[in-house]
T-cell receptor, first 113, second 111 residues
Framework: DGGITQSPKYLFRKEGQNVTLSCEQNLNHDAMYWYRQDPGQGLRLIYYSQIVNDFQKGDIAEGYSVSREKKESFPLTVTSAQKNPTAFYLC????????????FGSGTRLTVV | KNEVEQSPQNLTAQEGEFITINCSYSVGISALHWLQQHPGGGIVSLFMLSSGKKKHGRLIATINIQEKHSSLHITASHPRDSAVYICAVRSRETSGSRLTFGEGTQLTVNP
């Protein structure tokens, strides 16, 4: 079945370390997105990519980096520069131009200890 | 003020009740989405609307473009409907098919 796979589901990181969250899709979607969710707040956009080898900053990109070397993959690195990284991270994809809905992954809960 | 406002924030119902969740937005949109998030965190897309009304099982979604308002209705609610329901819009003004999300409505249906 087609879908988005995010791994790991839970991740613990020591303060000062970088960590990379994986997002893989087999839907052949062009666009991919990373969102952050904090308690009591709506999802906020970190980065997005509409095509391979191109990506744009979202509303809260500081302290994060991404790459889009393959259509299927859009990993997110949470760097030590991110001041408050503990959150729930969701990856999504979208088939541009086809008028269908978005597909979301199951999320990664990152805790900095 | 958020571009997408949902009400109520929390809703508790008894099994079998008819439920309505509201979403108002302040921007011109190309589409509005209703999403469901279960306690584990994963999100499922329920509806994508650009006009009118859609129905899937016990769920009905409506949108009034002129009034910039959408509603999600659940008929004959069941405890398994307990989840967070999120409204999201795709604005005509922003690039990249980005979504702007409401804060969500926590629904609890008691048996």
């Amino acid at each position: 079945d087609g879908g988005i796979t995010q791994s790991p589901k839970y991740l613990f990181r020591k303060e000062g370390q970088n960590v990379t969250l994986s997002c893989e899709q087999n839907l052949n979607h062009d666009a991919m997105y990373w969102y952050r969710q904090d308690p009591g707040q709506g999802l906020r956009l970190i980065y997005y990519s509409q095509i391979v080898n191109d990506f744009q900053k979202g509303d809260i990109a500081e302290g994060y980096s991404v790459s889009r070397e393959k259509k299927e993959s859009f990993p997110l690195t949470v760097t030590s520069a991110q001041k408050n990284p503990t959150a729930f991270y969701l990856c999504a994809s979208y088939p541009r131009g086809l008028g269908y809905g978005y597909t979301f992954g199951s999320g990664t809960r990152l805790t900095v200890v | 003020k958020n571009e997408v406002e949902q009400s109520p924030q929390n809703l508790t119902a008894q099994e079998g009740e008819f439920i309505t969740i509201n979403c108002s937005y302040s921007v011109g949109i190309s589409a509005l989405h209703w999403l469901q998030q279960h306690p584990g965190g994963g999100i499922v897309s329920l509806f994508m609307l650009s006009s009118g009304k859609k129905k899937h099982g016990r769920l009905i979604a409506t949108i009034n473009i002129q009034e910039k308002h959408s509603s999600l209705h659940i008929t004959a609610s069941h405890p398994r409907d307990s989840a967070v329901y999120i409204c999201a819009v795709r604005s005509r003004e922003t690039s990249g098919s980005r979504l702007t999300f409401g804060e969500g409505t926590q629904l609890t249906v008691n048996p």
